[in-house]
């Protein structure tokens, strides 16, 4: 078996090829695709596994190329869609193509003068001057309405499964101008590999048909396994339903490290194999070593590390660390006074907090901060008994009822951190 094909199946995910593609690769250095709509100004983890797949075909000697659709991403995919998707302006869709090239850039290896460094297109550089005339003569004789209508895709939204409500004319011609992309790159780069995810077969195919009846020639499809949580839901979404994004802007580095580290133990047994570049014997003792003390999450953390490297670099890595040793205890004040305002908010989120005027929490005694002025505990008698049982922290660190604060105590500058025993957490916010 073919090394690269190989990789993929013994983590999990490939899905489908075409014939002749093992014999291709083992022939000569093969230039691959994978295209990447700009729906947003930022990738989501969703994207990973398609950026992992070039970073695998690169490892095994080959040429990767993403491809940034910003002529298609006018068009919207209507893939595994139930419902048309509403088109971006131009402006919009160009600030959307800048970004995803900056963080496609940061995953392959862009540099050197190999022959089998990453390059990046757009679509939007071959396809803006072609006239919809020139398309549908050169390009739309060649492939039938019966052949397009075949695919999944078009097939249930036609049919109205999954409560589909019909295809436009605009998001039926998408399959036929990803074709033409393939068409495109296989005459101006040698272009003898699509990959994607399982649900683009039907587009990818078209792609090879086109080069087959126009060009006479011979192209191959890939596809991998989407991903899914063990429990069958919806990866890469969290609770209320928002994206886990891989621009720090969107999803901090703590809030990215701490999905990773909250995966289940069916599903980290996975995910590692998917999302990091670890190699088959390391994670085959890794799992076994999980599985010998599972209330260690092992596999977990060590997941988490990696694919946060990978994503946001090491000293990211590190912060998000400390952050969530912080929230899980094992941290000292020292710990607590080197955060700033955002993370300390992350780390923090959903804690009950009350503004309070500086003036009343500098030099205030404990017994009162802690109930009348914050609301934290019911009463005063609470609060002395509380503080009597050794059981109210200030910023983790125990405090008794002599304790008052002072404005070295406040974490940037306005926040202190309440606690009554391990789980129970109150901010003080000092304005």
Not at 223 to 233: E, P, Q, R, V
Not at 280 to 305: N, V
Not at 379 to 391: I, V, Y
């Amino acid at each position: 078996m073919n090394a690269f094909i190989e990789e993929l199946k013994w983590r999990g995910l490939f899905a489908d090829m075409t014939p002749g593609i093992e014999e291709q690769l083992e022939k000569e250095m093969t230039t691959a695709y994978i295209g990447f709509d700009p729906t947003a100004d930022s990738l989501h983890i969703g994207s990973l596994i398609p950026i992992k797949i070039l970073a695998h075909f690169q490892r095994h000697g080959h040429k990767p190329v993403a491809l940034v659709g910003g002529a298609t991403g006018m068009i919207g995919d209507p893939s595994g869609k139930s419902a048309e998707r509403n088109l971006l302006d131009e402006a919009t869709l160009l600030y959307y193509v800048d970004c995803l090239k900056g963080q496609l850039s940061r995953f392959l290896n862009f540099d050197g003068n190999e022959p089998n460094k990453a390059e990046l297109v757009n679509n939007y550089d071959w396809m803006k001057d072609i006239s919809f005339l020139d398309f549908a003569k050169n390009i739309g004789k060649h492939i039938t309405v019966n052949y397009m209508m075949a695919k999944d895709s078009v097939k249930k939204r036609f049919s109205g499964e999954d409560g589909a409500d019909g295809m436009s004319f605009t998001e039926f011609t998408y399959q036929l101008m990803q074709g033409y992309d393939y068409l495109h790159l296989y005459q101006t780069m040698g272009m003898k590999l699509q990959m994607g995810g399982s649900d683009q077969w039907g587009n990818i195919t078209t792609g090879t048909e086109l080069i087959r009846r126009k060009a006479q020639g011979e192209a191959f499809a890939l596809t991998t396994k989407l991903i899914t949580k063990a429990d069958g839901s919806k990866f890469g979404k969290s609770e209320s339903g928002e994206n886990y994004w891989l621009d720090a802007k969107r999803t901090s580095p703590y809030q990215f490290y701490q999905f990773w580290l909250n995966a289940t133990d069916d599903d980290a047994e996975r995910f590692i194999k998917y999302y990091t570049f670890i190699d088959k014997p390391e994670i085959e003792a890794l799992i076994e070593e999980h599985k010998t003390a599972p209330h260690e999450r092992k596999l977990q953390k060590r997941l988490a590390e990696e694919v946060t490297i990978w994503v946001h670099g090491k000293e990211e890595f590190e912060k998000a660390l400390k952050a969530s040793e912080i929230l899980f205890g094992r941290s000292t004040a020292e710990d607590l006074q080197s955060l700033d305002e955002d993370l300390f908010l992350q780390i923090f989120d959903g804690v009950p907090q009350k503004e309070i005027a500086k003036s009343e929490v500098i030099g205030a005694n404990i017994v009162d901060l802690v109930s009348e002025k914050s609301g934290f505990l019911k009463s005063k008698s609470e609060a002395t008994r509380e503080l009597k049982g050794n059981s109210i922290s200030v910023n983790k660190d125990k405090v008794d009822d002599t304790f008052t604060a002072s404005e070295s105590d406040l974490i940037d500058g306005k926040f202190l951190l309440l606690q009554k025993g391990k789980k129970s957490y109150f901010i003080v916010k000092a304005v």
